[in-house]
């Protein structure tokens, strides 16, 4: 099994990337998460998970152990191949998937494209439990890579990334904007709760998030706590919606 790839990043395609690892080019199936926080030119470092068919040997990326090890959990219940399995993770992190499964959300994990009603019940009844308690993956959490990259950057960082992703996986520019432009608010609504920005990255929303007795310290701090991951799903939530 090849289990991580370590290298310079050749090219970004809608659903994968190309990294080259001495001089041999790997193509890499991504999630979105993933997908954001990779840019050409720039060394990066995917886990990875290889799926052996009869016509093809396929390498899948996450940003984290937790997501690789999720996606491949995901494979054991009927049905679920690594397409649908990578694109429960386009729209869940893992401890997203662990309360849906948890609390028994069919609605939730219907919001998945190619995920019925009939087939969510059957994911709940037969990965119950196997995924872990929610939390279990807290410390891997998915797109650590993206938040890396965004700590300490500009204010425009979060958003770029989030843009870039969401053109790089075929959504129109003007699109990616205005999905931005719609979670913004709630992404910087942290400004008046002392917690809210590390609470976002946490992929919690602002109203759950409780004050620490930190002053604001303006946009850019904000902007720096901003998980780019979670800042991906939400944008992509509300372009699945239209």
């Known amino acids: 099994m090849i289990a991580h790839l370590d290298g310079v990043v050749a090219a970004v395609a809608p659903d994968g990337a190309v990294i080259d690892v001495g001089g041999v080019g790997l193509l890499v199936q991504c999630a ?47 049905g679920i191949g690594p ?11 893992p ?3 662990r309360r849906a499964v948890a609390a028994q959300d069919v609605t939730a994990l219907t919001a998945v494209p190619g995920i019925g009603r009939k087939g ?3 994911i709940v009844l037969e990965l119950a439990g196997r995924l872990g308690s929610p939390g279990d ?9 993206a938040a890396a990259a965004a700590a300490g950057a500009g204010v425009a960082t979060w958003r770029d990334q989030v843009r870039t992703g969401l053109v ?9 904007d205005q999905a931005i432009a719609v979670i913004e608010p709630e992404l910087l609504a942290g400004l008046g709760a002392g917690g809210g920005g590390q609470a976002l990255a946490n992929g919690r929303t602002s ?14 701090a904000v902007a720096a706590e ?10 992509l939530r509300v372009l699945g919606r239209r």
């Open 32 to 78: 979105p998460a993933t997908l954001a926080g990779l840019r050409p030119g720039e060394r990066a470092r995917v886990c990875t998970s290889l799926v052996v068919r009869e016509d093809a040997l396929t390498l899948y990326g996450f940003a984290s152990d937790d997501e690789r090890g999720t996606f491949e959990l995901l494979q054991t219940a009927s």
């Open 83 to 93: 397409r649908l399995a990578l694109a429960m993770l386009a729209t869940f992190s």
């Open 95 to 97: 401890d997203a998937l």
């Open 120 to 122: 969510a019940q059957r």
């Open 137 to 145: 993956g807290l410390s891997a959490a998915a797109g650590q890579a």
């Open 168 to 176: 790089n996986l075929g959504w129109q520019p003007r699109d990616a």
């Open 207 to 220: 109203a759950d998030a409780e004050p620490d007795g930190r002053s604001g310290t303006g946009v850019a």
């Open 226 to 235: 901003v998980d780019v991951a979670v800042a991906l799903r939400s944008a």
